[in-house]
Structure formats: C-alpha cells, structure tokens
C-alpha cells in the first residue's frame, strides 16, 4: 500500500485534473475529494436547462421542429383569424422561405414580405399552459436590419395566444417610427384584467401599459441579435407576476410585479413567428418553467446553439 505521505503528496487540484484529465488520470493523480470539476458543474447546469426544453427548431433540415411534446409541424394560414383553415408546410407564394445556409447556426426562417400568409406551431403541450403560479422562457436568435428592412408601423417576430395581441398575449415588437425604431417585450394578460374598464389604448398611460420597451436595441444589418423572454408567477390570482426580457444573454428590463391572469383555449394557442417582420430568425426554444440570467447567458453562449443541450450529459 502506498504510504499516506506518498499519498497526499499525489493529490493535485481538481481545476488541473479537469484541465488535463488523461495525462494527469494516467500518472495515478487523483482530484481532491469534495471539489468538483468546473466542467461538472458546467454539465450540470446545462442539463437542468435542457430538462425544462418543451420545444426546439433549429431550421437546420427543415421547417419542422427538432424537438417537441406536441405537434413538431410549422403551418400556414392566410391570416391570424383564419388558423382553422391552415395548412401544414411553408406558404407557396414565397413569402416565408426555408434558408439551408442562412442562419446563426447553420438553417433559418427566413421572412420576405410583411403582408400575406402568417405561419405557426401549435402552442398545445410545445408552450406551456396557463395554469396556476404558471412559468415559462422561450428564446430564439433574429437577425434584421430595423431601418432598411421593417416595415413601418408595428412588426412582432413572436406572437403566442389563442386571442389577439392586447388579451392573453405575449409578444415582442418592433416600432418603426420617425423618431427612432424601439424593441418590445408585450406581456397583455386577460383584456378584463388588464384593461377593466375597456379604455382606448392611447387613453391608458404608458406606465399602465403591459410593455417592456427598449428604446435603442442593439438589432444592426448582419448582425444576429438573441432575444429571450422568461414569465414567472402567472395566474396565482395576485400582483406577483413578473417578466423578464433578455437581449445578447443580458436583461433588458422587467414589468411587474402585477396580476397576469391568462385564459386560453389549447386547441387555438399558437407559436406565430414573424408577423409583418422581414429578416431570418433561427434557433427557435421554448422552456416549461422561467429560467434564471445565468441559465439565459448560458443559452446565448452556446456555440452550437440549442441542439448542443441534448449532446451534454449531465
């Protein structure tokens, strides 16, 4: 047996067995106990990440997504009240496009007109539901120039509810203006809830609005820009619902505490991506429960993007 002395004097660091693990492994060092690998913890985190993923498409093959727990299919409809007549697969006309090579990882959506058919996922089990103290992130990369690009007025690159924009809806906008072109994140619970007296949307103060807005987003030609989004404390029927947006894997601003009661009927909540939006999206994510900056930096640093969750192993 080897001499306690001997012993100790072979232990080294764990930072350095992790660092070099098969020469110092092979020269009988061992890591002290107690300390884990950097990298352990690494994998750890990103496990618990890619747990909470409900729903993945990296538009890498195709249009369908990689990932699911309910329908993996994109579809198409002539607008957003005619989703009862769509049909599955990209519009014939053009006007949304397959891209092979165009994205932030490898494929991508790419939006070519502002008017026309709209496409989306089917929210049923790939969002989730509201439900009491309800949760959740979803995270996706754009790349767009604002001043050439967009159309004027209001562009949403994401949309999910089963209503419309201003009742049980979330979204992020883009506002093209004279006076500057801002992003925002849109958390608009139940009409009645947030809206009780029904005012005109100009009547209601910007500070009453449900709306997160930064006034100079860092969206710039050729550059791809990652937006996330986590809600947490939703439908517990008190002030205590919060929301985070997150750009380039930093917040950007956060609306609440305040009530955010959501109803929605399953069968019509839709993921809409790029409503009246021109340029690429890619790397589409939706996660069950609200994730953490750390957990959204970790998003954004990925190098493979999304897809590289499933190849970790905890």
Same mark, same amino acid.
């Given at each position: 047996?080897?001499?306690?002395?001997?012993?100790?004097?072979?232990?080294?660091?764990?930072?350095?067995?992790?660092?070099?693990?098969?020469?110092?492994?092979?020269?009988?060092?061992?890591?002290?106990?107690?300390? %884990?690998?950097?990298?352990? !913890?690494?994998?750890?985190?990103? /496990? =618990?990440?890619? $747990?909470?993923?409900?729903?993945? #498409?990296? *538009?890498?093959?195709?249009?369908?997504?990689?990932?699911?727990?309910?329908?993996?299919?994109?579809?198409?409809?002539?607008?957003?009240?005619?989703?009862?007549?769509?049909?599955?697969?990209?519009?014939?006309?053009?006007?949304?496009?397959?891209?092979?090579?165009?994205?932030?990882?490898?494929?991508?959506?790419?939006?070519?007109?502002?008017?026309?058919?709209?496409?989306?996922?089917?929210?049923?089990?790939?969002?989730?539901?509201?439900?009491?103290?309800?949760?959740?992130?979803?995270?996706?990369?754009?790349?767009?120039?604002?001043?050439?690009?967009? %159309?004027?007025?209001?562009? !949403?690159?994401?949309?999910?509810? /089963? =209503?419309?924009? $201003?009742?049980?809806?979330?979204? #992020?906008? *883009?506002?093209?203006?004279?006076?500057?072109?801002?992003?925002?994140?849109?958390?608009?619970?139940?009409?009645?809830?947030?809206?009780?007296?029904?005012?005109?949307?100009?009547?209601?103060?910007?500070?009453?609005?449900?709306?997160?807005?930064?006034?100079?987003?860092?969206?710039?030609?050729?550059?791809?820009?990652?937006?996330?989004?986590?809600?947490?404390?939703?439908?517990?029927?008190?002030?205590?619902?919060?929301?985070?947006?997150?750009?380039?894997?930093?917040?950007?601003?956060?609306?609440?505490?305040?009530?955010?009661?959501?109803?929605?009927?399953?069968?019509?909540?839709?993921?809409?991506?790029?409503?009246?939006?021109?340029?690429?999206?890619?790397?589409?994510?939706?996660?069950?429960?609200?994730?953490?900056?750390?957990?959204?930096?970790?998003?954004?640093?990925?190098?493979?993007?999304?897809?590289?969750?499933?190849?970790?192993?905890?």
């Amino acid at each position: 047996m080897m001499p306690a002395t001997a012993m100790k004097s072979r232990r080294i660091d764990s930072y350095l067995l992790c660092k070099f693990p098969a020469a110092l492994s092979a020269a009988g060092v061992l890591a002290l106990p107690g300390i %884990p690998c950097a990298a352990d !913890d690494e994998a750890a985190a990103r /496990s =618990k990440i890619r $747990d909470a993923l409900m729903f993945h #498409v990296s *538009f890498d093959k195709s249009t369908e997504a990689d990932h699911a727990r309910g329908d993996r299919s994109l579809y198409h409809a002539a607008a957003m009240n005619k989703r009862d007549a769509a049909a599955p697969g990209l519009p014939a006309g053009g006007e949304v496009k397959h891209a092979p090579q165009a994205g932030r990882f490898g494929g991508a959506l790419r939006f070519n007109a502002s008017k026309g058919p709209m496409v989306f996922f089917k929210a049923d089990r790939n969002f989730p539901a509201p439900a009491p103290a309800w949760s959740g992130t979803i995270a996706f990369w754009l790349n767009t120039d604002p001043a050439k690009e967009l %159309p004027d007025g209001f562009c !949403d690159p994401i949309q999910i509810t /089963s =209503k419309q924009w $201003d009742d049980a809806a979330m979204f #992020v906008e *883009f506002e093209k203006r004279a006076a500057g072109i801002p992003f925002r994140l849109g958390v608009y619970a139940d009409k009645a809830v947030w809206n009780p007296a029904g005012r005109k949307f100009d009547d209601i103060p910007a500070a009453e609005r449900p709306l997160i807005t930064v006034s100079k987003p860092p969206f710039a030609a050729g550059k791809w820009t990652h937006v996330a989004f986590a809600f947490s404390r939703f439908n517990t029927g008190q002030p205590d619902g919060t929301a985070t947006l997150y750009l380039d894997g930093k917040p950007a601003g956060s609306l609440g505490p305040r009530t955010q009661t959501f109803t929605w009927d399953a069968a019509q909540a839709a993921i809409m991506p790029g409503l009246n939006y021109i340029g690429l999206m890619d790397d589409l994510a939706v996660f069950d429960r609200a994730l953490g900056t750390d957990e959204i930096g970790t998003l954004f640093a990925l190098k493979s993007g999304v897809a590289e969750l499933k190849a970790t192993k905890p």
